[in-house]
Structure formats: C-alpha cells, structure tokens
C-alpha cells in the first residue's frame, strides 16, 4: 500500500516562492509517474506538472500557466517528489495535491495524498 503526504504549503506574497514536498511510503518509487495537481475553490482539479518512472527516463510535463515558473523533480533515493514554485501569482491559490500512478500491462495503481494549501496573497 502506497501513501502519499505533502507538506510545504503556505501562504506567500505575489512574486514570492513555495517549495512542495510529497514524501512515498510504499514500494517500487521508481516505477510511478509522479504528479502534482491542483484544485481552487469552484474549479476542477488541474494538473501542474508531472515527472515520470525512472524507467522513462524521468521526462516532465507542466500546464501552460505554470511553465517556466515552476518545475518538478524526484529524488528516488529518498522517495521524494518536489515542486518548486517559483513568481507565484494570486491564480495559483489551491490545495495541491500529490499523485502516484502505476499502469501495468495487467494491473493499475492510483493513489493521493491529502493536500496541501497553497495561497497567494498581499
């Protein structure tokens, strides 16, 4: 069984920055596509950026609002998932929440974590 736990979130200035940490307590880390999503208050939850498997080669992906401004990262041998934030703006305001997800040929797997807040204001 996989659990996920984020820590991190805050409440910052506009301009200012966030360091997201999404710690994996399970096995096989290095197998998951690791993400960070995102959902504001009326909105649907958003992805932010996801890194992939080791075996993948790690290649990451951003939406369009938050590229160039944040980036992601994996340290496999701490199990850890990052997202560093960086030029925050009032629209990125949301719980941010970690996901690990696993697609086999004959099996799934798709686990979350709680969330952690993240709120931009002066």
């Known amino acids: 069984q996989v659990q996920l736990v984020e820590s991190g979130g805050g409440l910052v200035q506009p301009g200012g920055s966030l360091r997201l940490s999404c710690a994996f307590s399970g096995s096989q880390f290095n197998i998951y596509l690791m993400g960070w999503y995102r959902q504001a208050p009326g909105k649907q939850r958003e992805l932010v950026a996801d890194i992939s498997s080791v075996p993948t080669r790690e290649s990451t992906e951003y939406a369009d609002s938050v590229r160039g401004r944040f980036t992601i990262s994996r340290d496999n041998a701490k199990n850890m998932v990052y997202l560093q934030m960086n030029n925050l703006k009032p629209e990125d305001t949301a719980v941010y929440s970690c996901?690990?997800?696993?697609?086999?040929?004959?099996?799934?797997?798709?686990?979350w974590g709680q969330g952690t807040q993240v709120t931009v204001s002066s």
């Open positions: 996901r690990a997800f696993y697609a086999g040929v004959t099996d799934e797997y798709d686990y």
